[in-house]
């Protein structure tokens, strides 16, 4: 079985903190993403990467970067967390494109 | 880029009911289309998806139909359960460089009443 881990369930931060989301997967994945869900709005990808140091933006990529240095962790920086930041983080991966997306459970992040 | 609706945001049936969620697509380009359940504190599951080559797919009780003219597809729960309760997204995506990204719809929460 495929299995992502994220490092914390939940998470609270202070305004200017900077803030790291890791993400590790067990099978040897060419691809990973970071999504943040919100009430009403979805899901909305962040950054994505699909090799080692190769990382893109996705949808809504500002105020956060990203770091793949191995192939199974692909972690996720908030510079300056910022309130509106407070959300539910999800990393994915996949083996190849349009193919199945597997998730972690998320991690929630509320920053005061 | 690739604009995804979904409807409706919110859906309650009765055991044993059917359940439809519809998805429209805008990028005439895009031809994977994958369904997501997300149940309570857990990420999204791939449950089904469908590629711009076929017309109907269908596994047990779940089916998804596209349309590619009307660019648009649906994900169909015959026999509802109560375990079928769950937020569902649909998703769009398109061949070609970061364009295989996906794009989702905003979800539906579905609740089954036993």
């Known amino acids: 079985d495929v299995k992502v881990t994220q490092s914390s369930r939940y998470l609270v931060k202070r305004t200017g903190e900077k803030v790291f989301l890791e993400c590790v997967q067990d099978m040897d994945h060419e691809n990973m993403f970071w999504y943040r869900q919100d009430p009403g709005l979805g899901l909305r990808l962040i950054y994505f990467?699909?090799?080692?140091?190769?990382?893109e933006k996705g949808d809504i990529p500002e105020g956060y970067s990203v770091s793949r240095e191995k192939k199974e962790r692909f972690s996720l920086i908030l510079e300056s967390a910022s309130t509106n930041q407070t959300s539910m983080y999800l990393c994915?991966?996949?083996?190849?494109?349009?193919?199945?997306?597997?998730f972690g459970p998320g991690t929630r992040l509320l920053v005061l | 880029g690739e604009n995804v609706e979904q409807h409706p945001s919110t859906l309650s049936v009765q055991e044993g009911d059917s359940a439809v969620i519809k998805c429209t697509y805008s990028?005439?380009?895009?031809?994977?289309f994958p369904w997501y359940k997300q149940e309570l504190g857990k990420g999204p599951q791939l449950i089904i998806d469908i590629r711009s080559n076929v017309g109907e797919k269908k596994d047990q009780r779940i089916a998804v139909t596209l349309n590619k003219t009307a660019k648009h597809f649906s994900l169909h729960i015959t026999e509802t359960q109560p375990e079928d309760s769950a937020v569902y997204f649909c998703?769009?995506?398109?061949?070609?460089?970061?364009?295989?990204?996906?794009?989702f719809g905003k979800g539906t929460l579905l609740t089954v009443n036993p």
């Open positions: 998703a769009a995506s398109r061949s070609g460089g970061s364009n295989y990204k996906l794009t």
């Open positions: 990028d005439s380009a895009s031809n994977y």
């Open positions: 994915a991966s996949s083996f190849r494109w349009q193919e199945t997306q597997y």
């Open positions: 990467s699909y090799d080692v140091k190769m990382k």
